[in-house]
């Protein structure tokens, strides 16, 4: 059997070793220490936040998030309906209500005009629950949380301007966009916060792990209180609020610290491998791909993500899929838009359903910076080979 060719798997740089093995010869294996204060150090150089919580996965840092822009029972929260679910699971954590916003073709994120228009009736009280009608008690929302869609920065411009206007916090899920940029500023330092992951997928990895970025010492020093169980400062263990244990472990931080020495070198790599899609994809009528739109937006391209038109191409994104699993290559349909996900089917949904047609005709192919040349030439022969 051919061997395993993953979406985009682990791809370490031969550093990491010496940063964990300091921490087992110095018994640093808890919680917190030196390659954890130095992790976030990196990250503070690397994006230019000035303040940096490392954090035991993206999901912590969006919940703790949350919580610091004070989001309670019963808020509405707006929130990108084409991402994960990990995304949007932290404001159902805190009894809140999601209101899901389309993407735009531009960049495959939100949309800032069904983003208006979802604030407006949130503060009129015209909301409605997608499939009942009902109409929702509302008011202004307590956040807004556009992601950066497979490192492609969303239309920050517009967003920023918008959420000024209205005066709501901006949370940037920057989870699969560390080392993108949006008018030569990282993503994730435009909101009052910024989330990344580190989960073992992703451009670095830590094997789990996260990260809340923000301009705001306060804030920060805030989100590592509630971070290490919201311990009081006490000589016994005394706690006046509900606190978490996300806090990034030592051990972790070290692999994370090897691994942003090559994060410029991977950023390079996986915009290699979408050149080379490109390369021969890009001229085939019905198969378009998730571009920059011009030169404010600099993508990681964590993932390359492509539609496909079945009509003009004459096969389908599962054809396709699933004729790369026959040949033990792994390919993704792009995130099921989270107004169709059944649990969140009663939310309220703003948008023209681009993000349907997304997801009904859209495929992540391998994109992992190890790609072997013999790798790719197996991608492109069983690719063209379905096409043909």
Same mark, same amino acid.
């Given at each position: 059997? &051919?061997?395993? #060719?993953?979406?985009?798997?682990?791809?370490?740089?031969?550093?990491? =070793?010496?940063?964990?093995?300091?921490?087992?010869?110095?018994?640093?294996?808890?919680?917190?220490?030196?390659?954890?204060?130095?992790?976030?150090?990196?990250? %503070?150089?690397?994006?230019?936040?000035?303040?940096?919580?490392?954090?035991?996965?993206? +999901?912590?840092? *969006?919940?703790?998030?949350?919580?610091?822009?004070?989001?309670?029972?019963?808020?509405?929260?707006?929130?990108?309906?084409?991402?994960?679910?990990?995304?949007?699971?932290? #404001?159902?954590?805190?009894?809140?209500?999601?209101?899901?916003?389309?993407?735009?073709?531009?960049?495959?994120?939100? @949309?800032?005009?069904?983003?208006?228009?979802?604030?407006?009736? /949130?503060?009129?009280? &015209?909301?409605?629950?997608?499939?009942?009608?009902?109409?929702?008690?509302?008011?202004?929302? &307590?956040?807004?949380?556009?992601?950066?869609?497979?490192?492609?920065?969303?239309?920050?411009?517009?967003?920023?301007?918008?959420?000024?206007? $209205?005066?709501?916090?901006?949370?940037?899920?920057?989870?699969? @966009? *560390?080392? @993108? +940029?949006?008018? /030569?500023?990282?993503?994730?330092?435009?909101?009052?916060?910024?989330?990344?992951?580190?989960?073992?997928?992703?451009?670095? +990895?830590?094997?789990?792990?996260?990260?809340?970025?923000?301009?705001?010492?306060?804030?920060?020093?805030?989100?590592?209180?509630?971070?290490?169980?919201?311990?009081?400062?006490?000589?016994?263990? %005394?706690?006046?609020?509900?606190?978490?244990?996300?806090?990034?472990?030592?051990?972790?931080?070290?692999?994370?610290?090897?691994?942003?020495?090559?994060?410029?070198?991977?950023?390079?790599?996986?915009?290699?491998?979408?050149?080379?899609?490109?390369?021969?994809?890009?001229?085939?009528?019905?198969?378009?791909?998730?571009?920059?739109?011009? @030169?404010?937006?600099?993508?990681?391209?964590?993932?390359?993500?492509?539609?496909?038109?079945?009509?003009?191409?004459?096969?389908?994104?599962?054809?396709?899929?699933?004729?790369? =699993?026959?040949?033990? #290559?792994?390919?993704?349909?792009?995130?099921?838009?989270?107004?169709?996900?059944?649990?969140?089917?009663?939310?309220? $949904? $703003?948008?023209?359903?681009?993000?349907?047609?997304?997801?009904?005709?859209?495929?992540?192919?391998?994109?992992?910076?190890?790609? +072997?040349? /013999?790798?790719?030439?197996? #991608? &492109?022969?069983?690719? =063209?080979?379905?096409?043909?």
């Amino acid at each position: 059997m &051919k061997s395993k #060719i993953w979406l985009s798997s682990p791809h370490m740089g031969g550093s990491e =070793l010496n940063f964990v093995n300091e921490a087992y010869s110095t018994n640093w294996v808890a919680p917190l220490g030196p390659n954890v204060n130095g992790f976030e150090n990196d990250i %503070q150089n690397f994006t230019g936040a000035k303040h940096c919580a490392a954090l035991s996965s993206g +999901t912590a840092a *969006l919940h703790l998030a949350l919580i610091l822009v004070d989001v309670q029972p019963g808020d509405y929260v707006i929130c990108q309906s084409m991402t994960f679910s990990a995304s949007a699971n932290p #404001i159902a954590y805190l009894g809140a209500n999601p209101v899901f916003i389309d993407s735009e073709l531009e960049t495959w994120n939100m @949309s800032p005009e069904h983003l208006e228009e979802a604030i407006k009736d /949130g503060m009129e009280g &015209k909301l409605k629950a997608s499939h009942s009608g009902r109409m929702l008690a509302a008011g202004k929302p &307590k956040a807004i949380i556009p992601v950066h869609l497979y490192g492609m920065p969303a239309n920050m411009e517009a967003i920023v301007g918008i959420a000024d206007r $209205y005066d709501i916090p901006i949370i940037e899920d920057a989870a699969e @966009s *560390l080392g @993108s +940029t949006y008018r /030569g500023k990282s993503t994730g330092v435009y909101g009052r916060m910024g989330v990344l992951s580190f989960n073992g997928n992703k451009i670095i +990895t830590t094997s789990g792990g996260g990260a809340l970025i923000s301009e705001d010492e306060a804030t920060i020093e805030r989100a590592r209180f509630l971070a290490t169980q919201a311990r009081d400062d006490a000589p016994h263990y %005394q706690h006046s609020h509900i606190g978490y244990n996300y806090r990034m472990s030592n051990i972790l931080a070290g692999i994370g610290r090897g691994q942003m020495k090559v994060l410029p070198a991977r950023v390079q790599e996986r915009r290699e491998i979408n050149m080379w899609y490109r390369s021969f994809l890009q001229d085939i009528e019905g198969i378009t791909f998730q571009s920059e739109s011009d @030169s404010d937006y600099h993508s990681n391209f964590w993932l390359t993500a492509i539609t496909i038109d079945p009509v003009i191409v004459g096969i389908s994104r599962e054809d396709l899929r699933l004729s790369l =699993l026959r040949d033990n #290559i792994e390919s993704r349909p792009l995130w099921k838009p989270m107004h169709l996900q059944p649990i969140f089917k009663d939310a309220p $949904y $703003y948008g023209q359903g681009i993000s349907d047609k997304l997801f009904q005709y859209g495929l992540c192919l391998p994109s992992g910076s190890n790609l +072997t040349d /013999g790798d790719q030439e197996r #991608i &492109k022969e069983s690719i =063209l080979e379905c096409l043909n």
